[in-house]
């Protein structure tokens, strides 16, 4: 036990705010620049309207394309490696960075807790658009400061240049490199938007079921030998089933996710059978019955164990964990009508629909484009569902990326009011 105990102390520890990584393979996006991703392409602007010397830029991207760049190291603000030139030894090359302040910091986990489609989007290793506009995390001209041991004084010179393209590459493939490089590791950044997601469920949460009714110990006693009182009428049925306990990692133990994954399917369809007298899953699909295992879980996707959930479920029914993400936000929204409102557009009769576009004008709201059973905006879009409700929806601007928000309801007005908060 002794030496066990002293083997996983001597076990190096993961170092959330170091990360090393090997040669990255260059390759140029479809439309001929170095980047692929807009915060990739960002990061390469910062380098190129910084620079004095446009030929070393030119040196730089082919050093950087023919693989002279080794291994990256990045810590906060600052990447470093190695990068092979003319001589046999390579240069210790380095880019210096500002980091994100703590105001920064919070503007950025704020946005990101916000949304689900947002919390999807950086699992799937995007970068949401609408996190451009946080301070100071995207480089700008003059925030990339290069350092090289070659004696060029070259602002940059070719080796930094080089250094600096491959690191855009690095970003494309994983955006958690750009929030290191900006100060905050990825594993803190994920735990920290667990507990904001969860403190944002909390908060939602409606207020705990009222006490059972108990009687009295003593009076029970005292009454033993005369015959015992009645019992308590049963409880009334509660809106919605319970939440269930945390469940502590224990080795010895089942996975926690698992034991609560059963805890809240069972008390689902407990609730359910002893409100209806139904089952409500046998009538299910296996793409509807995996959205509502994930739905009942509440924060599914941010912990390592949760995004496991996600990209099994999503891969035995072969969709993307963003798939998922999207229709268990449906689920929450609506239940199984609502994940239908998501994946059927329809044609509905005149009547409703039809009057819905005159009323949003005359609520001041903005023109609305129809399309079957949808009313579409430049980030905003309510859905008529088959049942009679409106459904919202939310994108960033002039994008087709549609996420459910808000509550259903029978008037688009009211429906809107409440997916912008007035």
């Known amino acids: 036990m002794n030496r066990a105990r002293a083997a996983r ?7 959330d705010r170091r990360r090393s990584f090997p040669q990255v393979a260059p390759r140029e996006a479809p439309d001929g620049r170095f980047a692929a991703t807009w915060w990739g392409n960002a990061w390469v602007d910062a380098l190129e309207d910084t620079a004095l010397d446009p030929a070393r830029l030119a040196r730089g991207k082919a050093y950087a394309r023919r693989g002279h760049v080794d291994a990256l190291t990045v810590t906060p603000g600052r990447v470093v490696a190695y990068v092979h030139g003319s001589r046999p030894r390579p240069y210790r090359t380095e880019i210096r960075m500002r980091t994100l302040g703590d105001d920064g910091w919070e503007e950025f986990l704020d946005g990101a807790a916000a949304r689900p489609d947002h919390i999807a989007a950086l699992l799937d290793k995007d970068v949401p658009h609408a996190l451009e506009a946080v301070a100071g995390l995207l480089p700008a001209p003059g925030d990339l ?8 004084d070259g602002y940059p010179c070719k080796h930094a240049a080089a250094l600096c393209y491959q690191a855009a590459r690095l970003l494309d493939e ?12 990825e594993q803190e950044l994920l735990a920290e938007l667990t507990r904001r997601n ?5 908060a939602e949460t409606d207020a705990a079921a009222p006490p059972m009714p108990t009687v009295p110990a003593r009076t029970a006693l005292d009454a033993a030998g005369a015959g015992l009182p009645p019992l308590p009428a049963p409880l009334p049925l509660p809106d919605r089933p319970g939440r269930p306990a945390v469940f502590p990692p224990d080795p010895a133990a089942p996975d926690p996710l698992a034991l609560d994954l059963l805890a809240t399917e069972a008390a689902a369809r407990a609730h359910a059978l002893l409100a209806t007298g139904l089952d409500p899953v046998a009538a299910l699909t296996p793409w509807q019955d995996a959205v509502r295992l994930a739905a009942a879980h509440p924060g599914s996707g941010l912990t390592a164990s949760t995004r496991a959930l996600y990209r099994g479920l999503a891969h035995a029914l072969d969709r993307t964990p963003t798939d998922l993400a999207r229709a ?9 009508e609502g994940l239908a409102v998501l994946e059927e557009a329809w044609d509905p009769p005149a009547g409703p629909f039809d009057r819905a576009r005159p009323a949003l004008l005359a609520a001041g709201l903005p023109a609305f484009r129809p399309w079957r059973n949808r009313l579409s905006a430049r980030s905003l879009q309510l ?19 549609w996420w459910p928000r808000g509550h259903p309801g029978p008037d688009p007005v009211d429906t809107l009011d409440g997916l912008l908060g007035r």
């Open 174 to 185: 994983d955006p958690f490199v750009l929030f290191l490089m900006r100060g905050r590791g």
């Open 145 to 152: 400061v290069p350092d090289c041991s070659c004696p060029d």
């Open 383 to 401: 859905r008529l569902g088959r049942d009679g409700l409106w459904y919202g929806y939310e994108s960033d601007a002039d994008r087709e990326d």
């Open 9 to 15: 102390a001597a076990a190096p520890r993961h170092d």
């Open 198 to 202: 969860a403190a944002r469920s909390a």
């Open 328 to 336: 268990v936000a449906a689920w929450r929204q609506g239940g199984a």
